[in-house]
């Protein structure tokens, strides 16, 4: 499985959309991200794990408590792929309707 393959797997879980997205704002220790979700801590643990398994995300301890954030160089390398996913698609979308004129 690449990476990206990895990455969009990953996202299949609905949570860990929504834990990516939360993360988008800046770094949130666990605590923080179960506060504002339905899911247990232990759940949220889990769900970072996997998120930083396929490169999504990274953490940092500062202090007592370890702070969990966006990687950009994983999102980078998701976005390429969804970038080249869209131009391929668009330009097969205009192939097609070029050869519809003719």
Do not use: C
């Not at 990476?3 to 834990?19: F, S, Y």
């Not at 993360?23 to 923080?32: A, I, M, Y």
């Amino acid at each position: 499985m690449t990476n990206v393959t990895a990455m969009l797997t990953a996202l299949g879980d609905p949570m860990r959309q929504t834990i990516l997205d939360r993360l988008s704002d800046g770094p949130l220790p666990v605590g923080r991200l179960a506060d504002v979700l339905p899911i247990s801590r232990p759940a949220v643990s889990q769900h970072l794990k996997v998120l930083k398994d396929v490169g999504l995300v990274l953490d940092r301890q500062e202090g007592t408590r370890r702070l969990y954030q966006v990687d950009p160089e994983g999102l980078a390398l998701l976005r390429a792929h969804l970038d080249g996913v869209w131009a391929r698609a668009l330009q097969s979308f205009g192939e097609r309707i070029a050869s519809e004129e003719t």
